[in-house]
């Protein structure tokens, strides 16, 4: 069962939206005896709900701790349609996992256009979970 989530911050322009990992495709780059290895991976996901469409991301990995991605986004938000690249990234220290973007200035398209604002995600055990504060 998919379920949506929309709320609003006090401003009304907060989307939050399930979304799940189509493909992973991963190259190990660097893996010393000793600490993290470093990976590069494609990474294919689609999104329901507030947030509809696909993206398809390259993140640089650490040691399965940590991570930084550029992902070009194609669909629609808030019923908006068009492309938008997010760069994004997280930390996961074993205790409280965290999450940081942004949707990068100038690289929407369509009904995206102009769009920013800061991206977050999320999962746990009840799924996955995107987060966008929009401008």
Do not use: C
């Given at each position: 069962?998919?379920?949506?989530?929309?709320?609003?911050?006090?401003?009304?322009?907060?989307?939050?939206?399930?979304?799940?990992?189509?493909?992973?495709?991963?190259?190990?780059?660097?893996?010393?005896?000793?600490?993290?290895?470093?990976?590069?991976?494609?990474?294919?996901?689609?999104?329901?709900?507030?947030?509809?469409?696909?993206?398809?991301?390259?993140?640089?990995?650490?040691?399965?701790?940590?991570?930084?991605?550029?992902e070009r986004f194609t669909g629609s938000i808030a019923g908006r349609r068009g492309?938008?690249?997010?760069?994004?990234?997280?930390?996961?220290?074993?205790?409280?996992?965290?999450?940081?973007?942004?949707?990068?200035?100038g690289t929407g398209t369509g009904d995206l256009a102009g769009l920013t604002g800061?991206?977050?995600?999320?999962?746990?055990?009840?799924?996955?979970?995107?987060?966008?504060?929009?401008?």
């Amino acid at each position: 069962m998919t379920q949506t989530i929309t709320d609003s911050d006090s401003s009304g322009n907060r989307v939050v939206a399930e979304f799940e990992v189509t493909g992973w495709d991963e190259t190990v780059y660097d893996e010393p005896a000793e600490g993290g290895r470093l990976a590069r991976a494609t990474v294919r996901k689609t999104y329901r709900g507030a947030v509809e469409g696909t993206g398809v991301a390259e993140l640089l990995t650490a040691a399965d701790r940590g991570y930084v991605a550029s992902e070009r986004f194609t669909g629609s938000i808030a019923g908006r349609r068009g492309t938008v690249v997010f760069q994004h990234g997280g930390i996961d220290d074993g205790k409280r996992p965290y999450s940081f973007g942004a949707i990068v200035p100038g690289t929407g398209t369509g009904d995206l256009a102009g769009l920013t604002g800061r991206i977050s995600f999320r999962h746990d055990e009840s799924g996955a979970r995107v987060t966008l504060d929009l401008d």
